[in-house]
C-alpha cells in the first residue's frame, strides 16, 4: 500500500479572514499573504439558528460532517456523551495513523494514534507519553482556573518541563519577549500558550510521523472578543478605553503574526506534507461597547447562594458544568441560580438543566 501524502490541519478558531486580508494588504502577514497567494480560500455556511452559531457546535460539525440537528451536540464537553465518529476515528479505520492536539469539543476513541491531547474542557481520555499527559493536566487545570490565578506548583512545574521539551529553539526569543511583555499585556498568556502547542503539535508530528494531524488553537477568538475594537483591520466607530489596552497597541495583529510564524514553521518543518487551514465561525464588532464577567471562585459562589451540588467545572467564557447528586437537587439549583437577579432585574443566568 502506497501511503498517502500528509496533510496537516490546522484550525485557527474564529479568525477573520477578511481582516487577514486588510494586514496582508498593508504589507504583513507574509505566510498568509503567499500561502492565500498559491491556494485561495473557501467560504463555507454555517447554522442559520443563532444559539447554534458556537465554535463548541460547529467544530464538531467540521469535524463529523454533520450539522447541529444530526449530530445534537449543544455544550462544550457534551461529545464525550456521544459516539459520533469524527474524522479521526475514520481515517484510522481507513489504515491511516493519525493525531490532535487540543482539538475543541473532540472524544477519544481511537484504537492506536500517534497522539491525542484533548482540549482543556473536555473530560476525556489523553493518549501521550507521561511528560505529555502531565503537560496537557496542567494546561488544563491552567485554562480553568486563569481567571483565580489559582495555579497549583505542580501545574507550574508540569507545564514548564513539558513546554521545555517542546519548545523550537527558533522560537525561544519570542518565548522571551511574550514572557516579558505578560507583565504588562493580559493576551500574551494566550499567545504564549499556542505558541507553545504548535511547538508541541511540531514535536510530535516529527517524532510520531501521522498520516493526519490536527492543531486547534484558540488565542485568536479569545483576543478578538476582547480587542477587536484596537484592531486595525476594525472601521466601526468604537474604542476600547485605555484603562483597557494601551492607545497604539494591536493585539489582534499580535496574535494574527503568531499564526503567521506558525504557519511558516510548519511548512518549514514539513514542507512535504499538505497543509489545510480552517477558521470556526466568524467573528462579528459587537454593537457597543460590553463587558461580561466571569466567575472567580465557582464554589464559594454556589455555596453562598446555597446551592447543593457534588462539583462544578469551568467551561470557556462564562459557562460552567454544575453536577448534583439527585434530580431534586439539580432542580434547586436551577431555582436558585434562576432567582439571581442583576438591580435592574435583569436575569444573572441561563440554566440548561439536564
Not at 48 to 71: K, M, N, R
Not at 179 to 201: C, E, I, T, Y
Amino acid at each position: 500500500m502506497t501511503r498517502p501524502q500528509q496533510l496537516l490541519f490546522l484550525e485557527v478558531n474564529e479568525i477573520n479572514f477578511e481582516y487577514l486580508e486588510h494586514y496582508i494588504a498593508s504589507g504583513k502577514l507574509p505566510e498568509f499573504r503567499n500561502f492565500f497567494s498559491k491556494h485561495g480560500f473557501q467560504e463555507t455556511e454555517s447554522e442559520q439558528d443563532y444559539d447554534h452559531l458556537e465554535p463548541w457546535i460547529q467544530w464538531v460539525t467540521a469535524h463529523t460532517g454533520l450539522t447541529f440537528a444530526q449530530h445534537g451536540v449543544f455544550r462544550l464537553g457534551d461529545i464525550a456523551q456521544t459516539d459520533i465518529p469524527q474524522i479521526w476515528e475514520e481515517l484510522e479505520d481507513a489504515g491511516l495513523k493519525v493525531g490532535a492536539v487540543s482539538p475543541m469539543n473532540a472524544k477519544f476513541r481511537l484504537r492506536d494514534p500517534a497522539f491525542f491531547i484533548p482540549d482543556p474542557w473536555t473530560d476525556t481520555k489523553a493518549h501521550a507519553s507521561g511528560i505529555d499527559r502531565r503537560f496537557y493536566q496542567a494546561v488544563r487545570q491552567t485554562v480553568n482556573d486563569n481567571a483565580s490565578g489559582r495555579l497549583t506548583k505542580k501545574s507550574i512545574v508540569d507545564f514548564v518541563l513539558g513546554g521545555v521539551r517542546s519548545a523550537s529553539p527558533q522560537n525561544y526569543l519570542a518565548y522571551a519577549k511574550t514572557l516579558n511583555s505578560s507583565r504588562n499585556d493580559a493576551w500574551a498568556k494566550a499567545l504564549f500558550l499556542d505558541q507553545v502547542l504548535a511547538d508541541l503539535f511540531s514535536r510530535l508530528v516529527r517524532q510520531k510521523s501521522p498520516d493526519f494531524a490536527s492543531l486547534f488553537l484558540n488565542a485568536g477568538a479569545h483576543i478578538q472578543h476582547h480587542y477587536m475594537f484596537n484592531s486595525a483591520a476594525y472601521a466601526g466607530p468604537y474604542h476600547n478605553p485605555d484603562w483597557y489596552v494601551g492607545p497604539g497597541r494591536d493585539p489582534v495583529l499580535e496574535v494574527y503574526e503568531l499564526y503567521d510564524r506558525i504557519l511558516g514553521q510548519v511548512q518549514r518543518s514539513f514542507p512535504a506534507a499538505r497543509i489545510m487551514i480552517a477558521t470556526g465561525l466568524h467573528q462579528e464588532p459587537y454593537g457597543s461597547t460590553a463587558f461580561y464577567w466571569r466567575l472567580i471562585d465557582h464554589g464559594s459562589f454556589l455555596n453562598q447562594m446555597g446551592v447543593t451540588y457534588r462539583s462544578v467545572e469551568p467551561r470557556m467564557s462564562r459557562d460552567f458544568l454544575i453536577c448534583c447528586a439527585s434530580d431534586q437537587e439539580a432542580i434547586d439549583a436551577e431555582r436558585r441560580l434562576n432567582s439571581a437577579r442583576a438591580p435592574d432585574g435583569t436575569a444573572m443566568f441561563t440554566v440548561d438543566n439536564r
